[in-house]
């Protein structure tokens, strides 16, 4: 979990984290890399990773905005990590962000300079008997152009294994922006560990070109390499600080 003295900005709970994640080359992420970080890789390879959860109980600077509490979020995100005096810490880029509220975007984008953008949303969550997650899909309409991620669990909520590409994927508490003037802020993400389940089946449908870029066609165009779905957990996002050149 990040340790940091900065501001919180929002507060949120995150919940029902679908997970896809999928190796990829090097050539494709490397022009998203804002300056001051790296790409970060579990065991030589580098991960891609559409999201597609929940937010609730949303408030910002400690103000509930209605009818923006409770909405969906889709996000194409990768993995960096920047060297410190006080050792590695280890964030995510994103790539596009998509959620239902106009406003939700636009604060995004001007706060963080964040890449989101409104869209029709909706989700489907099938429980178990027990009111554990069979099911869950996140659905939209970008540009005219439906698309949906899915995931179905094995059942049984588990920790994340230590040194798994589970853990990897799920415990980067930092997030890195490029700003317009071509410099970087850093925002810190605190959450306790997740527990997730793992995934049956997974897939996304979408048209990848005009959703995030041809150069990422291929890749997610074909099943994920590892997918789960996580349970999240009440989140505070803080106020972002400048990387140093």
């Known amino acids: ?22 190796g990829v080359e090097r050539s ?9 970080v790296e790409l970060d890789d579990f065991n030589g390879t580098f991960y891609a990773t559409v999201v597609g959860f929940l937010f609730e109980s949303t408030r910002v600077l400690g103000l509930a905005v209605p009818f923006h509490t409770d909405f969906e979020e889709v996000n194409l995100r990768f993995y960096v990590r920047r060297r410190t005096a006080g050792g590695i810490r280890r964030g995510v880029v994103f790539v596009k962000e998509l959620v239902p509220r106009r406003l939700i975007a636009l604060v995004a984008r001007r706060v963080y300079h964040e890449k989101y953008v409104a869209a029709r949303m909706a989700h489907e969550i099938d429980f178990r ?16 152009e439906a698309g949906h991620v899915r995931v179905s669990t094995a059942p049984g909520l588990v920790p994340l294994a ?22 970087t802020r850093e925002y810190a993400v605190e959450h306790p560990p997740w527990k997730i389940w793992p995934a049956e089946g997974a897939g996304l449908d979408a048209d990848v070109g005009s959703l995030y870029d041809d150069r990422f066609a291929s890749t997610l165009n074909r099943p994920p ?9 009440p989140v505070v996002v803080r106020h972002g600080i400048e990387v140093p050149s």
């Open 225 to 233: 390499d590892v997918a789960f779905l996580a349970a999240g957990s």
């Open 1 to 22: 979990m990040a340790k940091t003295l900065s501001r919180a900005f929002l507060t949120a709970e995150w919940r029902f984290l679908a997970m896809l994640n999928w």
């Open 162 to 183: 230590a040194g798994s590409i589970e853990e990897f994927l799920a415990e980067h508490y930092y997030g890195y922006v490029r700003q317009p003037d071509g410099t």
């Open 129 to 144: 008997s027990d009111e554990s997650p069979a099911r869950v899909v996140y659905s939209w309409t970008h540009a005219g």
């Open 28 to 36: 494709v992420l490397a022009p998203y890399v804002p300056a001051g």
